[in-house]
């Protein structure tokens, strides 16, 4: 059984920074591929940064040069380091995982993962 649980989610002001992170069950973490997700209300789900199991990783336009995403492979846990965050990065962020190695041009997609966290929200403030 794979769980993921999220943390960090709040509320802060625009041009602030917050930290999520992502606590994974499972002796497969370390051949997983993981990524961020977020979702407003009555909008589809955004893929938002990703990192493969080689460390490779992508990022959506709107994020780039602002989240970084990574990794702690010992405490099988992924992160989120979100700076410079804007009104509109408010959203419910979901971390999602797939144990396998999900090709490059895929990560950003929804259907690349089989296991989704419960979300953790993000308010950020004008």
């Known amino acids: 059984q794979v769980q993921l649980v999220e943390s960090g989610g709040g509320s802060v002001q625009a041009g602030g920074s917050l930290r999520l992170s992502c606590a994974a069950s499972?002796?497969?973490?370390?051949?997983?591929?993981m990524a961020w997700f977020r979702q407003a209300p009555g909008k589809e789900r955004e893929g938002v940064a990703a990192?493969?199991?080689?460390?490779?990783?992508r990022y959506a336009d709107s994020v780039k040069g602002r989240f970084t995403i990574s990794q702690d492979n010992a405490k099988n846990t992924l992160y989120l380091q979100m700076n410079s965050l804007k009104p509109e990065d408010t959203d419910m962020y979901y971390c999602?995982?797939?144990?396998?190695?999900?090709?490059?041009?895929?990560?950003?997609?929804?259907?690349?993962?089989?296991?989704w966290g419960q979300g953790t929200q993000v308010t950020v403030s004008s």
């Open positions: 990192i493969d199991s080689t460390g490779s990783t």
């Open positions: 499972g002796d497969a973490y370390s051949s997983a591929s």
């Open positions: 999602a995982a797939a144990f396998r190695r999900v090709p490059w041009r895929l990560l950003l997609l929804q259907a690349s993962y089989n296991y």
